[in-house]
């Protein structure tokens, strides 16, 4: 892993299979446990800021390979902006900008020689609500790669595996050209999933990609990220304990505390371990009352 | 009945039929009548008016229509005609179209993608939306001096020419073009923005294939319809100087030297005609005129109205 890889690539005539980041054997940090997979994703001591609000704090959570963590908490705690900032979403936001460190396969993501635009293409993101582009569902899917600089050839292979490992390849295999507005909420949800595969991302985050969906879609999601874990590492965001408790290796539980800067509630990580552990016996007393139901 | 109806907040199963009965709703019907009042007004008024200026204009759209739409400008209000006006107004709008179109539309894009939010840019916001409400004439005390009498630019601009009524015109119609452009370019869902990034896309990939495209039928209703009020502005020309008598060289249709000659527009065709003594210039020839130019704008604003449908159906899939 390289810093070069990150710089903006015109792409031309190259195809994403070579983007693709190459990952590393044995590169475990020295603190992991034996079995512990690579870390992907390491922030620590994260906050992030919109203008003068620190709307997170103290963030420090390693992301392994293949592995799905899930962020869970009250609403308002952060989760979305730490999630945001990892993909440089946040960019787009005036006045939002981070401290601390967030490295991606060990390469700082807010140095100023990494562009945005490649990061987003190697950490892609699923949306709370489905947001389809008014397009048809093929050119929804070879956007992405479009813009990479993937050569037309390969498109229909792209459509086919992406759709595919989405789950979605036998329900609109025969109307690829028809728009995908007119599919239902959980069928453009994991079209939505099947577009950000498309690009060949290393890490996929959701942003409580079910929070829209009826029991059945998000089941239907549920499984689809069990079956694409051993090819992506997942961060999702969910209020939904029983679905953190269902989908995830690990569990970083946020809360929002009075902060003293100012008067607003800044979003602070509480606990972040195996999923296990934080709905079976975890360390903080903030963490059990939540996942137990009895948060005030 | 199997079911006992449970009695719920004082319902019982006797007065729960009187109690879901319609009552009448008075405060609304009345509400509604005065709307419907308001809106015959309007409309009644527009129908008075076409209906006056139809029947002035009748005795010259029986009988010599199509003359008079090929006609010359003339003395005699039997043979005069508008096609120089025609012509002249129809420069006006390509002009306008070509100017302020696009200077308006990438003002638009600059101002709401990349501007930065200071205090400069909302200064320059505010008097964007004061420039849209100056009056016309202003702007062709403006153009006069500019575009006619402007060092340099008369020689560009050949003096009192359809370039100088049109660039006068695009000043007149930018702001709208600005205004109405930024708006639609608001109205864009911020889901569709952090799909086109949350796939890498670049910024200006982001504008140009999403952004524009879902913004079109706004940008589009809105400059065709500022292309019909630079058709129907008189004031301005006025001030730039239009020929309303006689025009000594009258070039095809598509001569494109005409941009910078002597030149009549439609507006100011029909203020001078309703100037005159004689009832046939005052009356026939002026009405007429106004229903040729109240038709062209009625065919812009159909074209608008169609090509947002169009749009809007291809967004919608
Ligand atoms: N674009 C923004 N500008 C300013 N404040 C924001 C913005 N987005 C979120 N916040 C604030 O940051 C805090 C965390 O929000 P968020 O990350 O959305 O929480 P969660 O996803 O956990 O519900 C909240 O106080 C929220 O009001
Ligand atoms: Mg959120």
């Given at each position: 892993m390289t810093k070069e890889q990150f710089e903006r690539n015109d792409g031309k005539g190259e195809s994403m299979d070579v983007l693709?980041?190459?990952?590393?054997?044995a590169a475990a940090t020295s603190d992991a446990e034996v079995t512990d997979n690579p870390t992907v994703l390491a922030l620590k001591d994260l906050s992030v800021f919109y203008g003068d609000f620190r709307a997170v704090r103290g963030v420090t959570v390693d992301v392994r390979d293949n592995e799905i963590t899930a962020m869970i908490g009250p609403s308002g705690c952060g989760k979305s902006t730490v999630l945001r900032s990892i993909n440089r979403m946040n960019d787009l936001i005036p006045g939002a900008r981070v401290e601390g460190d967030l490295k991606f396969h060990g390469v700082d993501?807010?140095?100023?020689?990494?562009?945005p635009v490649e990061v987003r293409r190697r950490i892609g993101m699923v949306f709370q609500k489905p947001n389809p582009f008014p397009k048809s569902i093929f050119d929804n899917i070879t956007y992405g790669p479009k813009i990479a600089g993937v050569p037309k050839s390969e498109f229909e292979a792209i459509v086919e595996k992406s759709l595919r490992r989405a789950a979605l390849w036998d329900e609109v295999k025969d109307r690829l050209d028809e728009s995908a507005l007119g599919?239902?909420?959980?069928?453009?949800?994991?079209?939505?999933?099947?577009?950000?595969?498309?690009t060949s991302p290393d890490v996929l985050l959701m942003d409580e990609p079910c929070s829209a969906l009826d029991p059945i879609a998000t089941g239907m999601i549920e499984d689809l990220m069990q079956e694409i874990k051993s090819r992506y590492t997942i961060v999702i965001v969910t209020h939904n304990m029983q679905q953190a408790a269902r989908v995830s290796d690990r569990t970083a539980f946020f809360t929002a505390e009075a902060d003293s800067e100012n008067d607003r509630r800044t979003g602070v990580l509480v606990e972040y371990d195996r999923t296990e552990r934080i709905f079976s016996n975890p360390a903080d007393i903030r963490t059990e009352n939540y996942v137990t139901g009895r948060f005030g | 009945m199997a079911i006992a109806i449970k009695p719920v907040g004082g319902l019982t199963p006797a007065n729960i039929g009187e109690s879901l009965r319609r009552k009448p709703d008075l405060k609304g019907a009345l509400f509604q009548f005065v709307m419907l009042f308001s809106l015959s007004i309007s409309i009644?008024?527009?129908v008075v008016l076409l209906y006056t200026v139809v029947s002035d204009a009748w005795p010259v759209l029986s009988t010599r229509l199509g003359d008079f739409v090929t006609g010359t400008l003339a003395p005699d209000a039997g043979r005069a005609g508008i096609s120089q006006?025609?012509?002249?107004?129809?420069y006006l709008c390509v002009i306008v179209a070509i100017v302020a179109f696009p200077l308006g539309i990438a003002a638009a894009?600059?101002?709401?993608?990349?501007?930065?939010?200071?205090?400069?840019?909302?200064f320059i916001e505010v008097n964007i939306r004061n420039l849209a409400g100056v009056p016309s004439v202003v702007y062709g005390i403006l153009g006069l001096a500019i575009f006619v009498n402007g060092w340099g630019i008369s020689a560009l601009t050949g003096g009192r020419s359809p370039l100088a009524g049109g660039l006068t015109l695009a000043a007149l119609v930018l702001p709208v073009v600005i205004i109405t452009t930024q708006e639609a370019i608001r109205a864009v869902p911020s889901a569709l923005r952090e799909a086109g990034f949350g796939v890498g896309a670049t910024k200006w990939e982001v504008i140009k294939d999403h952004i524009l495209p879902y913004a079109a039928p706004g940008i589009l209703t809105g400059t065709l319809l500022s292309i019909a009020r630079a058709a129907g502005e008189a004031a301005p020309l006025l001030l730039v100087g239009t020929i309303t008598g006689f025009i000594s060289n009258s070039p095809g249709w598509f001569d494109v030297r005409q941009v910078q000659d002597k030149f009549a527009a439609m507006p100011t065709i029909i203020t001078s005609w309703a100037k005159q003594p004689e009832e046939g210039f005052r009356v026939e020839n002026a009405a007429a005129a106004i229903v040729v130019l109240v038709a062209f704008v009625i065919l812009l604003n159909s074209a608008a109205i169609l090509l947002r449908n169009r749009f809007e159906a291809k967004r919608a899939g």
């Open positions: 693709q980041i190459a990952r590393p054997v993501l807010y140095d100023a020689k990494v562009d599919m239902s909420g959980g069928q453009q949800q994991r079209l939505c999933i099947a577009r950000a595969i498309a | 009644g008024v527009l006006g025609l012509k002249g107004t129809f894009i600059y101002l709401e993608e990349y501007a930065p939010r200071t205090r400069l840019s909302s």
